[in-house]
């Protein structure tokens, strides 16, 4: 009759090493494993579960730094709390993280700044995950700010990386930051046009713009007399969400409407005035085989200049 052979379970107690804070076994070190994998899966699913609950609560740009700060500082936590199980005491391990710490802080110099600089984006927001805005040159979406970087999609669909440092420390326009926002054309017509008929031709055209805002009021003036037209000024404010699409399709819409009314944009024109001096006799000219000229005259035209 054969014999069951079962496993040795007892090395599970044996002693790896020792520390101060006593032995270590293998059961130790997997307890540690399993306690550290059992969280991260938790910690995960609560704030998948969290970031659902509040999706319609709060906006996505305070929500999720909320959920990183949750979710990185609950498994730091539990990392700690799990340290004696593999001889490691805490408290040492602080000590020694923060001399480290100093350490490393003068190493990388750019990376501690890019961690404060991060962190005051999250406080003062001057920017917020999916506004447009330009940043040192780079004009696009805000995707995510992270604590060390802000990835900004471009408007040609370029995912660029710039360090929180850089975007702290830079001049940023946010293009979406005011709820309201002005474009303005410059249109010019033909003298001979009346421009008091454009301009009411224009301001016709923005009353019956939907998205075109009465309050602060659109205006429509005459600014300047140009060499080959009369310049038109026109100033529109407009919702940020609806400002590109009504300042693209409403130029177009003023060129339809005043070229059916009988007022056209001018071509650049110069009129030149050529003098004729073809009755000058020859002998007026005499003066200029010798050399010297008579009275103050220093100026001669094309047809003087070609007299033999």
Not at 26 to 37: G, K
Not at 53 to 69: A, F, H, T
Not at 285 to 301: I, P, S, T
Request: aromatic share 10%; net charge negative.
């Amino acid at each position: 009759m054969g014999l069951l052979i079962f496993p040795d379970i007892n090395f599970l107690d044996n002693d790896l090493y020792s520390t101060s804070e006593g032995p270590v076994t293998p059961a130790d070190l997997i307890t540690f494993v399993l306690i550290i994998s059992f969280s991260v899966l938790l910690f995960r699913v609560l704030t998948i579960y969290l970031r659902r609950s509040l999706k319609d609560r709060i906006s996505k740009d305070v929500g999720e730094p909320i959920l990183k700060l949750i979710y990185y500082g609950s498994l730091v936590i539990v990392f700690i709390a799990a340290l004696p199980l593999i001889g490691l005491n805490p408290s040492g391990l602080l000590l020694a993280g923060g001399i480290t710490g100093i350490i490393l802080g003068f190493a990388s110099q750019n990376i501690v700044g890019n961690l404060v600089s991060g962190f005051f984006l999250m406080v003062e927001r001057p920017i917020k995950i999916g506004d447009q805005v330009e940043i040192n040159g780079t004009a696009g979406y805000v995707t995510d700010i992270r604590i060390i970087s802000t990835l900004i999609r471009t408007y040609d669909g370029l995912l660029v990386r710039l360090p929180n440092q850089q975007v702290f420390t830079t001049n940023i326009t946010n293009i979406v930051g005011h709820p309201v926002r002005r474009f303005e054309y410059t249109i010019g017509i033909r003298y001979s046009d009346d421009a008091n008929a454009a301009i009411w031709l224009i301001k016709d055209l923005i009353d019956k713009e939907p998205f075109a805002l009465q309050n602060p009021s659109p205006s429509v003036f005459v600014s300047d007399l140009g060499d080959s037209a009369v310049k038109i000024v026109v100033r529109i404010w407009a919702p940020v969400s609806e400002w590109f699409g009504l300042k693209t399709r409403l130029l177009w819409d003023i060129k339809c409407t005043l070229e059916e009314n009988g007022i056209e944009v001018p071509f650049p024109q110069r009129v030149l005035h050529i003098k004729n001096n073809s009755g000058k006799k020859p002998q007026e000219f005499e003066g200029l085989k010798e050399g010297h000229f008579e009275g103050n005259e220093g100026v001669l035209n094309f047809e003087g200049r070609g007299v033999n």
